[in-house]
Structures are given as structure tokens and as C-alpha cells.
């Protein structure tokens, strides 16, 4: 088998998808703090944040170093953008 510096389509599909995930947590992070936020719809996403970076954390696990660089370049970022925005959620 021939190697490539590409990602296959199954890489691609899941990264598309945990990116597409990471952009709705955005927003669900970006709704639990406002500040009619109940303690409940912080915990609910603090626990779907944990779910979702769990995911990639589990599917950057499982791939090469190659595959690994070229996910961490297209969704890093976004990775890095949730990880900050947790922080500013009020302790609930």
C-alpha cells in the first residue's frame, strides 16, 4: 500500500464531523454563559464538552503522527477556541 501525506476519507468524514461537533459546543458553551444560565444547563455542557473532547482526544489515539499533525492543522484550533471558552463558564 502505497503511502500518502493525504488523509483517507474515513479520517476525513470523522474529522469533518468531531469539527462540525466542536462548532455546536461553541455554541452551547457561548449559551451557558449568559447569565440567566441555570447550574444545570452549565453542567449539561461542561459534560458535552467532555464528551466531545474525549472523542478526539480517542480518534487522535488512533491515528499516525502524519494523520495526527494533519487533523491537529484542520481543527486545533477550534479544539484550543472550546478549551478556552470552558474556562470562562461560571463554576456551577
Given amino acids: 500500500m502505497a503511502h500518502t501525506d493525504f488523509m ?6 470523522q474529522a469533518a ?35 466531545v473532547l474525549g472523542r478526539y482526544g480517542a480518534f487522535l489515539s488512533r491515528l499516525t503522527e502524519n494523520d495526527k499533525l494533519e487533523v491537529k492543522r484542520s481543527i486545533g484550533l477550534k479544539v484550543a477556541k472550546i478549551e478556552g471558552l470552558l474556562s470562562t463558564l461560571p463554576k456551577s
Fill in 17 to 51: 464531523q468531531l469539527s462540525d461537533d466542536l462548532i455546536e459546543l461553541a455554541d452551547e458553551i457561548d449559551l451557558a454563559r449568559d447569565d440567566d444560565a441555570t447550574a444545570e444547563e452549565i453542567h449539561e455542557t461542561r459534560a458535552l464538552a467532555d464528551e
Fill in 8 to 13: 483517507d476519507t474515513d479520517i476525513r468524514t
